[in-house]
């Protein structure tokens, strides 16, 4: 199983970006794909994700109204699509996956990506 994100990059704060993990490997579908974010010093923190079998999607409150998730099953492409950056979203992202259901708890995450950073200039 592998997850590759990428889309990241320097973007002025008000800007979009779209991020994108590319699975391969899965053998199902019954898995929630989230999007986690790390800030230089602070903790990981889980943001969106998606249960790929209906496309029910979650967002963590501080996120909510910019990010959205989507997912092409046919391409086995997730997309994170980011709206009037700020400052403060700079990161680096991560796609991960867990079994069955959206729980947003990285000790629950069974596959990561590698990352790939944002950075939102002021």
């Known amino acids: 199983v592998q997850l590759v994100e990428s889309g990241g990059g320097l973007v002025q704060a008000g800007g979009s970006l779209r991020l994108s993990c590319k699975l391969s490997?899965?053998?199902?579908?019954?898995?929630?794909i989230n999007w986690f974010r790390q800030a230089p010093g602070k903790e990981r923190e889980g943001v969106s994700c998606?249960?790929?079998?209906?496309?029910?999607?979650y967002s963590s409150d501080s996120v909510k109204g910019r990010f959205t998730m989507s997912s092409d099953n046919a391409e086995n492409t997730v997309t994170l699509q980011i709206y009037d950056l700020k400052p403060e979203d700079t990161a680096v992202y991560f796609c991960?996956?867990?079994?069955?259901?959206?729980?947003?708890?990285?000790?629950?995450?069974?596959?990561w990506g590698k990352g790939t950073l944002v950075t939102v200039s002021p």
């Open positions: 991960a996956a867990e079994p069955y259901q959206c729980s947003a708890y990285d000790q629950n995450m069974k596959f």
């Open positions: 490997g899965f053998t199902s579908d019954d898995y929630g």
């Open positions: 998606i249960e790929i079998r209906d496309r029910t999607t």
